[in-house]
């Protein structure tokens, strides 16, 4: 089953940080977007255009109808349940031997082993946001 995928990982947790502070991550960019600009979404509409126009190259499957996006407070344990049928689909492929499909998002190696100045270390937490939000376990 083809899956949800942003290109730029970056971009993707930038927005996704905008979503969750209220302050853009795009004031000193090029061009630039105000945390106006970039509401949280309430529709599967609205998230591709707002991650259109920062770039990130989000593809959603036609199969995605519906929308949820959750804020939580740091006091509460969230736990993601996976969908049921990929949760089972997966078991059946590892179960007859096949590849495991789990990629590690390349900026993982690109980062890894040495150590980060502040721009790089704030470019990583942005891809981590943006891999962990996009991410979906079965």
Same mark, same amino acid.
């Given at each position: 089953?083809? !899956?949800?995928?942003? !290109?730029?990982?970056?971009?993707?947790?930038?927005?996704i940080k905008t979503w969750a502070?209220?302050?853009?991550?795009? %004031?000193?960019? #090029?061009?630039?977007?105000?945390? @106006?600009?970039?509401?949280?979404?309430?529709?599967?509409?609205?998230?591709?255009?707002?991650?259109?126009?920062? =770039?990130?190259?989000?593809?959603?499957? @036609?199969?995605?109808?519906?929308? $949820?996006?959750? !804020?939580?407070?740091? @006091?509460?344990? #969230?736990?993601?349940?996976?969908?049921? %049928?990929?949760?089972? $689909?997966?078991?059946?492929?590892?179960? !007859? =031997?096949?590849?495991? =499909?789990?990629?590690?998002?390349?900026?993982?190696?690109?980062?890894?082993?040495?150590?980060?100045n502040v721009k790089e270390r704030?470019?990583?937490?942005?891809?981590?946001?943006? @891999?962990?939000?996009?991410?979906?376990?079965?």
């Amino acid at each position: 089953m083809e !899956q949800v995928s942003v !290109q730029d990982l970056h971009q993707w947790g930038k927005l996704i940080k905008t979503w969750a502070t209220g302050v853009s991550r795009f %004031e000193n960019e #090029v061009p630039s977007f105000t945390a @106006d600009q970039l509401p949280i979404p309430r529709s599967l509409d609205e998230l591709k255009a707002q991650a259109a126009i920062v =770039g990130a190259r989000l593809t959603i499957p @036609d199969h995605i109808v519906g929308l $949820a996006i959750v !804020q939580y407070s740091a @006091d509460t344990l #969230v736990v993601r349940l996976p969908p049921k %049928e990929r949760l089972e $689909a997966m078991e059946a492929t590892l179960e !007859q =031997g096949g590849d495991t =499909g789990y990629n590690f998002p390349s900026f993982y190696s690109t980062f890894m082993g040495r150590p980060l100045n502040v721009k790089e270390r704030l470019h990583v937490h942005a891809c981590r946001i943006g @891999d962990y939000t996009i991410s979906m376990c079965a």
